[in-house]
Structures are given as C-alpha cells and as structure tokens.
C-alpha cells in the first residue's frame, strides 16, 4: 500500500495538532451529485450498488474529485449487519430500508448469532480493499457500522419508524430479550468493523442514528453499554499506525460527557450543541467531530461560509477537531455549496491558526 | 363561573405544595379513545371538530371522564392562528396539516398582520366558554397556541418536514424576512393566549414542537427571543387569579437553563433529560411539566407502572412537578394502560409526600 499522503484527519481525531481542521461530510457520496445518481442508475437498485465492491469504490471516489476533502469513507448500508444475519434487507423505490423477516418473537431472537465478516459480509471487505487501492494513499478510509440500538430498532420494527412502538414495547415489557437482540448484534458490530480494519479501513466510526430518541436511562442501560463493548473489543492498531474510532449519537448532546467516557478517540456531534460548550465539557478526553446543521447548504453561499466560521471559531484554536456536518448531507444540497463549504473550512482554520 | 374544586395543578404550577403530584397528558382528548374517534367521524373532519365549540367541548371532557386527570385542555389546533392570517389551513386524510396559501416570497410576508382574536379565532374563544361552562369548576382548563418558529415552519413549508429546507433557507439566507415572519406571529400568539385568558383558560402552554431542529444559535435568536416576547405580554392574572404559563420546547434539553429563563412559570420536558437532573438545573426558578416517554404506554402495565414511578422518584419531594408524557399520547396507545398511569402516579407522589 502506499503511504498515506494526508493524516490530518487521522491527526485531529487522535488530537494531534494540525495545520488546519480537517474535514468530510457525512454521506459525501450521495444523491446531491449527479455522478453518484448516474452509477446508482447503472447499478439498478441501491442494495446492488452497496453489493458491488467496483461501484462501491466508484462511488466512494467521486466526492473527492471534486472537493479537497480529508477523509473517504466506505460507500455501504448501516444494515449489512442484520442483512447479512438473515433478515433480509431490501428498498422500495421512494421508502427507507425494510427487513423482509424482522424479529418477530422469542425464538427469532434466540436463533440470531454473529454473522462472519468473511462469510455473507466479504462483498464489505472486497470494497474496503479495493477503495484502499484505489485512494492509493490520498486520504485515509474511514469504515462504520451502525450501532447496535439503531440496528436493533430496525431488526424489531421491520423499516424506519416514527414511534419506535414495538422495539421500545420489547425494551420496556421484556429487557432481558431486548439486551439479547443487542449483545448478539455489538458482537456482530465489532467483527465486523475489525474485518474492516484488517482489510484496510484506517478509522472507524459507529453510527447510533437513532440513539437519541431515548430516555436518558434506557439510552445508558440499551445503547451506551454496547457502545462501550464495542469500543472494548476494537483493534486499536493495525499495520503499525493508530486506527481512530469515532462514535456518534444523534440528539445525544445531554449525554455528551458519558458518550465522551465510553471508550472512543472522538465523539460526533449533531448541531443542536454548540462546540464550544461541548469541548468545554470532554476537555482533553477526545475529539470532536461536527457539527453545522446540514440545512444551512440550502441556504446562499455567504451564509454557508458565515456559519462553518462560525462553528470553527466556536471550538477555537486547539487540536482535535474534525469538520463535519451535523447530520447527513440532503439529496437537495446544491454542489456548489459544498465547495464553499470546504474552501472556508480549510482557509479559516489555517487563518486561525497562523493570526496575521 | 363554579368555584374551582381542584386547584391541584395550578398550585403545582406556581411551585406551591400539592398533596399529590397533579397529571394530564399533552393529546389527552385524542385518537387512542373510542368516543373521541366517534365524535370525530361525526364531525366528518377534524377541521370541522375544532371549529365547532359543541363538539370540541364534548372531546375535551371526554378524558376526563375516564380518568382523575387534574386538568383539561382546550381540544383545538395548533395551527389556528396562520389559519385566521388568511393561509387556508387544510388536512388530507392521514396526512399532518398543510397551507393552501403558504408564504411563498417576501411580499406574502409583507402582507402578514396580526388577526383579531374575536374575528377569525371567535369560535376559539367560545370553546373556551363552553368548556369552562361545561367543566364547573371541576379541574382547570389550560389553553394553548403554537410558538412563533413551530407555526413559522408551518407556514414557510406549507406542511409538516423532514429538512425543514425552506424554513431554514429563509432563516439563514434572510434572516430580517424571517425575523418579520416571527414578530407577527409573536404579537398574534400573544394577542391569541390573552383573549383564551380572558374568555376562561385558567393556564396557557405554548408548543414550541419544532424549536429542537435548530442549531443552538439560531433557536436563541429565532425561537426562545419570540417565546420571551410573548412571556413580556402575556396577562398573569386574571379575575384574581394568577394565570400560570407554560412554555415546551421538545428537543431543548439543552437549552434548558435559557428556557428557565424565558419569563413562563413552568417548563415542559421531554423523556430525554433526566428530570431530577433538570430539577436541579432550574432550582426554584420554574416549575416542570413531565416527562414520561409516551412509548412507555405500549408496555406492560407493570412497567407502566414501574417507569412513573421512576420519573416522579427522580423529581423528588418537591413542590413544583405536574407529571405529563414527555410528548404527546400516541393514538396506539391501549386506554387501560393510562388508567394504570393515572393511578400509579397519584398513589406513588401521595406516598413520597407522607412516607410511612
């Protein structure tokens, strides 16, 4: 493999200084660009895509031909898990992810066990490596997962949800199941993101999208503890470099200081928190990734670079922090927009760091 | 008017002693009741319900007739008020809520003005009357309105979203346009809440459902400002008696202390704050209202039980807790499982009080 040529982004999560902030954008390769909607086309449905280690690569790549960013990720589905655990994921042109089998009662969760990352999961591996080679040392490849709550809820609910009824029902009228339908899928979680290291992966990050709309309670006993199992059971180092792992709760602000105690190099930050006050409160114990709100790209480009400034200047001049936004990027951002973005990232932050 | 026999929620309000911990539940006269979906179908629209004072009496004492809620709350729209500006409010069978005329460009904005409670909004004002009249003096009657930011998303996206895409271009793109948007909005709720005080409503609440969208920031400058405006002309007393108000930002946990702030006597919660925690946040500046998950109701009646418990130990033995959901009731909920929460919580907070 060749040597990585840009690790400002690897730097910052480990709190390493930097000669600017680093940054990506959560799902980067997506539908605001038309080349990514050109391969999607080509590839015939999402799943395939996902499927296809060659498209996976093309798609992965394109955002970096047209922005200076400083990190890759992985082009996948957070479900490949319970995919792969025999659930059956599929789409519906226009609707979110659905199971064709979700777990229904007792004995469909008794029957769940940890799928191998080399088995149903290599399609995953394939493209790990083959983005690996492709980036030939560009910038680092970030992997991810999702987490186990957030895998679980769509295990339970069958698809996305808008009162998450049933998987907080089972959580509510039968924990002991609940916690079982989790420590299989944290166990499946970091074989998985430890497959993707071994193939080449050079941070990872676990995507508890749906973390937020718990309880405080039932967030620390059914998402922070198999967070910090996965944390525990990660390969730290590979190929004689540090491999970062980040961990983002969505709507976990309130919990900021235990997310930051759960075991991660950095924490992802959704944009109702400032970063300011946030680091305030992890101090030195990991970095900070995020957080502008993705809806400000809908708005004009002087507003756009107003308000990353603004979230730079927030967390001031110290190490550890990666740009990002507070969310995934919308289908509907203007392209443009996201060059505005980058560009301001990475000037304000060198000018803030080198004062005039 | 019927002397007021059970003062227990007003008093909780004020942050007096109460032998018990008062309840009712944000939707309480909603979908999950037979007689409310009864009276519903004869009304042949829900539009058609909330503008006639007769039935939207009827659905609001429908609850209390079922449970020993400690009050009740006039059965209307949130959207009542850009509705009366002229916007056509309108619904479509399983869909939210959408404007046939939403601000579409800067001169719709222009043309906005405050509508006259006792004009457009008079069928309001003779629910509240009928309701008072009906209730005699049974438990106190809460009025409510939208805030500014919640019905300005409304108005600017002409229904409910995901991205908030045009709301939020307008905040960030022309912040003046939609600080003139807000201000209207501001004086009309406040204009709206005042009239509901004078025709009978012994409490107001106002519903800022869609302040936690924001980036922190921008919910100080574009929704808590608007939410202070109306604190500062609000009536607090009204046939001697003081008129406690209620402000609910869901998604503001962590803004609490700001909200606190605000000028309202109480704060509504969501689940996802501990509420000890919050308790200890606000100290005696306010009181709190909440916050039990509503998802909790699809669980077992023990764990209903078991999770009220939880919420009112958290608080602790001190004045100032009306219990409610942390969001409103959810139309799957089963009916039996509200008697259990009812229940639980006015034995278990009599319990706390007076320890054997």
Same mark, same amino acid.
């Given at each position: 493999?060749?040597?990585?040529?840009?690790?400002?982004?690897?730097?910052?999560?480990?709190?390493?200084?930097?000669?600017?902030?680093?940054?990506?954008?959560?799902?980067?390769?997506?539908?605001?660009?038309?080349?990514?909607?050109?391969?999607?086309?080509?590839?015939?449905?999402?799943?395939?895509?996902?499927?296809?280690?060659?498209?996976?690569?093309?798609?992965?790549?394109?955002?970096?031909?047209?922005?200076?960013?400083?990190?890759?990720?992985?082009?996948?589905?957070?479900?490949?898990?319970?995919?792969?655990?025999?659930?059956?994921?599929?789409?519906?042109?226009?609707?979110?992810?659905?199971?064709?089998?979700?777990?229904?009662?007792?004995?469909?969760?008794?029957?769940?066990?940890?799928?191998?990352?080399?088995?149903?999961?290599?399609?995953?591996?394939?493209?790990?490596?083959?983005?690996?080679?492709?980036?030939?040392?560009?910038?680092?490849?970030?992997?991810?997962?999702?987490?186990?709550?957030?895998?679980?809820?769509?295990?339970?609910?069958?698809?996305?949800?808008?009162?998450?009824?049933?998987?907080?029902?089972?959580?509510?009228?039968?924990?002991?199941?609940?916690?079982?339908?989790?420590?299989?899928?944290?166990?499946?979680?970091?074989?998985?993101?430890?497959?993707?290291?071994?193939?080449?992966? +050079? *941070?990872?990050? /676990?995507? &508890? @999208?749906? %973390?937020?709309?718990?309880? =405080?309670?039932?967030?620390?006993?059914?998402?922070?503890?198999?967070?910090?199992?996965?944390?525990?059971?990660?390969?730290?180092?590979?190929?004689?470099?540090?491999?970062?792992?980040?961990?983002?709760?969505?709507?976990?602000?309130?919990?900021?200081?235990?997310?930051?105690?759960?075991?991660?190099?950095?924490?992802?930050?959704?944009?109702?928190?400032?970063?300011?006050?946030?680091?305030?409160?992890?101090?030195?114990?990991?970095?900070?990734?995020?957080?502008?709100?993705?809806?400000?790209?809908?708005?004009?480009?002087?507003?756009?670079?107003? +308000? *990353?400034?603004? /979230?730079? &200047? @927030?967390? %001031?001049?110290?190490?550890? =922090?990666?740009?990002?936004?507070?969310?995934?990027?919308?289908?509907?951002?203007?392209?443009?927009?996201?060059?505005?973005?980058?560009?301001?990232?990475?000037?304000?932050?060198?000018?803030?760091?080198?004062?005039?």
């Amino acid at each position: 493999m060749s040597p990585l040529r840009n690790d400002t982004f690897l730097r910052a999560l480990l709190r390493q200084p930097t000669e600017y902030t680093p940054l990506w954008l959560m799902r980067q390769a997506g539908r605001y660009l038309p080349e990514y909607c050109a391969t999607r086309k080509r590839a015939g449905s999402f799943l395939q895509l996902c499927k296809s280690p060659a498209m996976a690569c093309e798609v992965t790549l394109q955002p970096l031909e047209r922005y200076d960013l400083d990190a890759a990720i992985l082009f996948s589905d957070i479900l490949t898990v319970p995919d792969a655990m025999g659930l059956g994921l599929y789409f519906e042109e226009g609707e979110g992810p659905k199971f064709e089998r979700p777990l229904k009662d007792e004995s469909d969760i008794r029957r769940l066990a940890v799928p191998d990352p080399h088995g149903e999961l290599q399609y995953v591996m394939d493209a790990v490596s083959e983005i690996r080679r492709a980036l030939d040392g560009r910038v680092p490849l970030i992997g991810f997962s999702g987490s186990p709550w957030t895998l679980s809820c769509y295990m339970v609910e069958g698809g996305s949800s808008s009162d998450y009824r049933k998987v907080k029902s089972l959580l509510y009228s039968r924990p002991e199941l609940m916690h079982q339908v989790l420590d299989v899928t944290a166990r499946s979680v970091t074989a998985y993101l430890n497959a993707q290291i071994q193939a080449g992966a +050079q *941070a990872v990050m /676990v995507f &508890d @999208s749906w %973390g937020g709309v718990m309880a =405080h309670d039932a967030y620390r006993e059914f998402s922070l503890r198999y967070l910090e199992q996965i944390a525990g059971g990660l390969i730290h180092e590979h190929d004689g470099r540090r491999v970062p792992a980040i961990v983002f709760t969505k709507g976990g602000g309130l919990w900021l200081e235990s997310i930051a105690d759960a075991g991660f190099d950095a924490v992802g930050l959704d944009w109702t928190m400032d970063i300011g006050r946030a680091r305030a409160l992890v101090g030195d114990r990991v970095a900070l990734q995020g957080n502008l709100d993705p809806a400000v790209l809908f708005a004009s480009p002087e507003a756009v670079a107003e +308000q *990353a400034r603004r /979230v730079l &200047d @927030s967390f %001031g001049n110290h190490p550890g =922090h990666v740009f990002n936004l507070g969310h995934g990027i919308s289908q509907f951002t203007p392209p443009d927009n996201v060059s505005v973005l980058v560009d301001t990232v990475h000037e304000h932050s060198r000018r803030v760091r080198n004062p005039a």
